[in-house]
C-alpha cells in the first residue's frame, strides 16, 4: 500500500510526551528507533505505528502556546529532513477540539519582546508547515477556530468530524483582533477572494457542513472515521510521484510564502505595535473574561 510505502519498517507503537505526537510507521532497525528518541520532548509525543501523525495535546483545548508552537515547528522540521518521512497527518489528541487556535494567554499583559518572540514562532510555524515537501493531511476531530484554523488550511487536505457542534474559521474580528495578511492570503488560496473577505470581516465560525460548502474542507466524515480517512487519504497522495507533487506545491505556494519572508520583521513590528494597544488588550481580556463566564 502507498502509505506503508511512506514509513519505512516495523515498530511498535510508541507514545512520547508532551502537546503533539507523532506516530510513525515503521523503523528499520533498532538504531533507527533510537535515533528517533528526540522526539520524545515536553511537548511533543511521537507514535510509531502504521502512519505518521502529529497529535496536538496540549490540555485543554490545544491552544498554540510559545512552547507548543517552538516544538510543533522541531518536530516538523525533524521530519521534513527524514526521507523515510513523505507524509503526515495532524490531528487533536483530545476529541471535539482540534485546537483552539493561539493562545490569548500569551498575547496579554507581556512585554514587547514577549510578543515579538510569540509571532516569530506563530510565523514559523506556518511557514514549516505551509511549505512543507511532505504531504501533509489534517484530520479535523473537533473545533478549530482562528489559528487552529489557520492549521488546518496550511495542509494539503483537510477532513473534519460530520458534526455541526464542530467550527472552523478565522474568527480574529470577534475578538477584537485582525487576522493578519498571510492568514488572509492561506484562506483566499484555499476558499477563494469573496468567501473570505466576507470571513474575515464576520469573523465567522462554520459548523462542519457549511465548512464543506464553501471548500474550507475537503471532506466529512464521523467522528470515528476521521483518522482511518486520513490514512487512506495519504494513500492516494502518496501515489503521485514526490518530485512533481512537490513542485507543484511550491508552484502554487511559493509567492505566499516568499510574502511573509519578504516582509517577516515588519509582520512582527505590526502585530507587536497592534497587540502592545490599550484597547486591544481590553477587547482580548474581554473576551477572555467571557470564555470563562459561558461555563
Ligand atoms: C494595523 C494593522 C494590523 C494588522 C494586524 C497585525 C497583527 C495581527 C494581530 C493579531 C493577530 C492575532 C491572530 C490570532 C489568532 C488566534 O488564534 S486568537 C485565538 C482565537 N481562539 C478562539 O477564539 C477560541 C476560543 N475558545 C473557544 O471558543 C472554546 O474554548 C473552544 C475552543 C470552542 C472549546 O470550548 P470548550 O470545550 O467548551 O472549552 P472552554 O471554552 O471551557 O475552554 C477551556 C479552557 O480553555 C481556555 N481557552 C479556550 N481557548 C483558549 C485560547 N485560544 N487561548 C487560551 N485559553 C483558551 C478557556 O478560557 C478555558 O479556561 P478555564 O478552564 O476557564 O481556565
Not at 165 to 176: D, H, P, R, S, W
Given at each position: 500500500?502507498?502509505?506503508?510505502?511512506?514509513?519505512?519498517?516495523?515498530?511498535p507503537?510508541?507514545?512520547?510526551?508532551?502537546?503533539?505526537?507523532?506516530?510513525?510507521?515503521?523503523l528499520?532497525?533498532?538504531?533507527?528507533?533510537?535515533?528517533?528518541?528526540?522526539?520524545?520532548n515536553?511537548?511533543?509525543?511521537?507514535?510509531?505505528?502504521?502512519s505518521?501523525?502529529?497529535?496536538m495535546?496540549?490540555p485543554?483545548v490545544n491552544?498554540?502556546?510559545?512552547?507548543?508552537?517552538?516544538?510543533?515547528?522541531?518536530?516538523?522540521?525533524?521530519?521534513?529532513?527524514?526521507?523515510?518521512?513523505?507524509g503526515?497527518?495532524l490531528?487533536?489528541?483530545?476529541?471535539?477540539?482540534?485546537?483552539?487556535?493561539?493562545?490569548?494567554?500569551?498575547?496579554?499583559?507581556?512585554?514587547?519582546?514577549?510578543?515579538?518572540?510569540?509571532?516569530?514562532?506563530?510565523?514559523?510555524m506556518?511557514?514549516?508547515?505551509?511549505?512543507s515537501n511532505?504531504?501533509?493531511?489534517?484530520?479535523?476531530?473537533?473545533?478549530?477556530?482562528?489559528?487552529?484554523?489557520?492549521?488546518?488550511?496550511c495542509?494539503?487536505?483537510?477532513?473534519?468530524?460530520?458534526?455541526?457542534?464542530?467550527?472552523?474559521?478565522?474568527?480574529?474580528?470577534?475578538?477584537?483582533?485582525?487576522?493578519?495578511f498571510?492568514?488572509?492570503?492561506?484562506?483566499?488560496?484555499?476558499?477563494?477572494?469573496?468567501?473570505?473577505?466576507?470571513?474575515?470581516q464576520l469573523g465567522q465560525?462554520?459548523?462542519?457542513p457549511?465548512?464543506?460548502?464553501?471548500?474550507?474542507?475537503?471532506?466529512?466524515?464521523?467522528?470515528?472515521?476521521?483518522?482511518?480517512?486520513?490514512?487512506?487519504?495519504?494513500s492516494?497522495?502518496?501515489?503521485v510521484?514526490?518530485?512533481a507533487?512537490?513542485?507543484?506545491?511550491?508552484?502554487m505556494?511559493?509567492?505566499?510564502?516568499?510574502?511573509?519572508?519578504?516582509h517577516?520583521?515588519?509582520?512582527?513590528?505590526n502585530?507587536?505595535?497592534?497587540?502592545?494597544?490599550?484597547?486591544?488588550?481590553?477587547?482580548?481580556?474581554v473576551?477572555m473574561?467571557?470564555?470563562?463566564?459561558?461555563?
Amino acid at each position: 500500500m502507498a502509505a506503508q510505502a511512506v514509513l519505512r519498517s516495523s515498530a511498535p507503537a510508541r507514545l512520547l510526551s508532551g502537546s503533539f505526537y507523532i506516530r510513525k510507521g515503521v523503523l528499520a532497525s533498532w538504531q533507527h528507533y533510537q535515533s528517533r528518541r528526540p522526539f520524545s520532548n515536553e511537548k511533543v509525543l511521537v507514535e510509531l505505528d502504521e502512519s505518521t501523525v502529529m497529535k496536538m495535546k496540549n490540555p485543554p483545548v490545544n491552544s498554540l502556546s510559545l512552547d507548543v508552537l517552538t516544538e510543533f515547528s522541531i518536530s516538523l522540521e525533524k521530519l521534513e529532513i527524514d526521507r523515510g518521512c513523505r507524509g503526515v497527518i495532524l490531528t487533536s489528541a483530545f476529541p471535539k477540539i482540534f485546537s483552539a487556535g493561539l493562545d490569548i494567554t500569551e498575547m496579554c499583559g507581556k512585554s514587547a519582546e514577549h510578543y515579538a518572540a510569540f509571532w516569530r514562532a506563530v510565523q514559523e510555524m506556518w511557514l514549516k508547515l505551509y511549505g512543507s515537501n511532505m504531504v501533509t493531511i489534517a484530520a479535523i476531530n473537533g473545533s478549530s477556530p482562528a489559528g487552529g484554523c489557520l492549521m488546518a488550511m496550511c495542509c494539503d487536505y483537510r477532513i473534519m468530524a460530520d458534526n455541526p457542534k464542530f467550527a472552523i474559521g478565522l474568527n480574529e474580528t470577534q475578538l477584537g483582533i485582525v487576522a493578519p495578511f498571510w492568514f488572509k492570503e492561506t484562506m483566499v488560496n484555499t476558499v477563494g477572494n469573496r468567501v473570505t473577505e466576507q470571513s474575515l470581516q464576520l469573523g465567522q465560525m462554520y459548523p462542519a457542513p457549511d465548512a464543506l460548502k464553501i471548500g474550507l474542507v475537503d471532506k466529512l466524515v464521523t467522528e470515528e472515521k476521521v483518522q482511518s480517512t486520513a490514512v487512506a487519504a495519504m494513500s492516494q497522495w502518496l501515489a503521485v510521484p514526490d518530485h512533481a507533487r512537490q513542485i507543484t506545491k511550491s508552484i502554487m505556494r511559493k509567492p505566499t510564502i516568499d510574502n511573509l519572508v519578504k516582509h517577516r520583521e515588519a509582520d512582527i513590528n505590526n502585530f507587536v505595535s497592534f497587540i502592545t494597544k490599550d484597547s486591544i488588550q481590553k477587547s482580548l481580556q474581554v473576551y477572555m473574561d467571557r470564555l470563562k463566564q459561558k461555563k
